[in-house]
């Protein structure tokens, strides 16, 4: 997190990490195309021959809060090629929450285990601690056979400490589910930390009606949850 007081602006960095071709791209850009496109910035992505992605993805959202600070939601991606581990660090560094994006076929178990202990390591490398940066995990192409079911993902739920969202990205399936987790995430930990809504006058429902009410959300679980009230203010409370 990044905070100015003097010109009165909040910045949260949230990493989308996974390997490659997991759908971390295709998560932004179905984030950007459902953003309103007076709150989002552009989508910077650079395309390569063996992965989509060979630095990042940034989808920076904006808003103002009701006590006058500006803040701005940075997305980035990572390179999922394993050439690429020192940028995944750089990208790393100052990250306030991180979305894992997992391939949910079975036969991609051993990738997935392997670039979430490469996860863990690049945090540490980054003066990270692991245990206290909130992560949230996408199981993304559920669409796909050999598939992981409902019930298993419930059993990795129960397993672990982080919220687990299934999605089919290409269809935009769970990507503002996801997003949104990993946003409420975020702010509860650096209001553990920092105090946002007693320093900065952010509350968790200020937060998070801010961003997802510029947010398109037909058709998600999120759907009528944030509404605009007379005046633009945002309704809907947090679970």
Request: cysteine-free.
């Amino acid at each position: 997190m990044q905070l100015n007081h003097a010109q009165r602006e909040l910045t949260l960095k949230i990493v989308y990490y996974g390997p490659g071709l997991s759908g971390k791209t295709t998560n932004l850009r179905k984030l950007h195309a459902r953003a309103r496109p007076d709150v989002r910035g552009r989508l910077l992505s650079v395309d390569t021959h063996d992965d989509r992605t060979l630095f990042f993805d940034l989808l920076p959202v904006f808003f103002s809060t009701s006590a006058g600070f500006k803040v701005k939601v940075k997305l980035f991606t990572v390179p999922g090629q394993v050439i690429h581990n020192a940028t995944r660090r750089v990208v790393l560094q100052g990250t306030d929450a991180v979305v894992f994006i997992a391939d949910s076929r079975r036969n991609a178990s051993q990738e997935n285990n392997a670039y979430w202990r490469n996860l863990q390591e690049n945090l540490r490398e980054m003066e990270l601690d692991p245990a206290q940066v909130p992560v949230v995990i996408q199981f993304n192409k559920r669409d796909l056979p050999d598939s992981l079911t409902d019930a298993e993902l419930a059993d990795i739920q129960k397993k672990g400490t982080q919220p687990v969202v299934g999605s089919v990205a290409v269809r935009g399936e769970g990507v503002v589910e996801t997003f949104h987790a990993v946003a409420q995430a975020a702010w509860r930990a650096l209001e553990n930390r920092a105090h946002l809504s007693r320093n900065v006058g952010l509350t968790e429902e200020e937060f998070l009606g801010q961003i997802f009410r510029q947010v398109d959300l037909t058709g998600t679980a999120l759907e009528g949850r944030y509404r605009i009230l007379p005046g633009g203010g945002a309704s809907g409370s947090p679970p």
